[in-house]
């Protein structure tokens, strides 16, 4: 199984509106300003531990190398990362119309984790599977975990 995270308002999220893990150590705070959602180090160790493969799924045009960085600063180890480059590159690449923002069905990931509304009204044209996490929520890793349990039970 594999499950995709976007970043920016899902993982990446403003400190005055979420609560947030707390801040990187000297001097990777200083590199990595993003604060992650609390509940983030948690849920993809449970992932993990689960035998399943943790992506990033992300518009955003970080590097792979940052991420990736951010993400082991906290003890996080990714499958893959999916930027906007690579998307650009791999997807939208030689489709004269448009294609989605996010296709995780391109890359056979069996469940998306996204805030915008618009990624899963693509899901069901596109046919891939999106939960939608949205506002301070602090059920919000248990709600992937059940989806989580829930597709695994009919996969």
């Known amino acids: 199984m594999k499950v995709s995270f976007d970043l920016d308002d899902t993982l990446f999220v403003p400190k005055e509106k979420f609560k947030t893990e707390q801040v990187l150590k000297f001097p990777f705070c200083l590199i990595y300003k993003e604060r992650l959602r609390f509940g983030t180090k ?25 991420i ?38 391109k890359y056979r990931i069996d469940l998306h984790i996204d805030d915008d509304i618009s990624v899963a009204q693509n899901g069901k044209v596109y046919g891939f599977h999106v939960l939608i996490i949205g506002s301070q929520d602090d059920n919000w890793t248990d709600k992937v975990v059940k989806e989580i349990e829930r597709i695994r039970k009919f996969s």
Request: proline share 3%.
């Open 68 to 105: 990736r960085g951010l993400f082991r600063c906290y003890g996080i180890k990714l499958d893959c990362v999916v930027n906007g480059e690579k998307h650009a590159n791999e997807v939208q690449a030689g489709y004269r119309e448009g294609m989605p923002s996010k296709y995780p069905s």
């Open 42 to 66: 948690k849920l993809m160790e449970y992932i993990r531990g689960q035998g399943i493969e943790l992506w990033i799924y992300t518009t955003s045009y970080r590097s792979e190398h940052y």
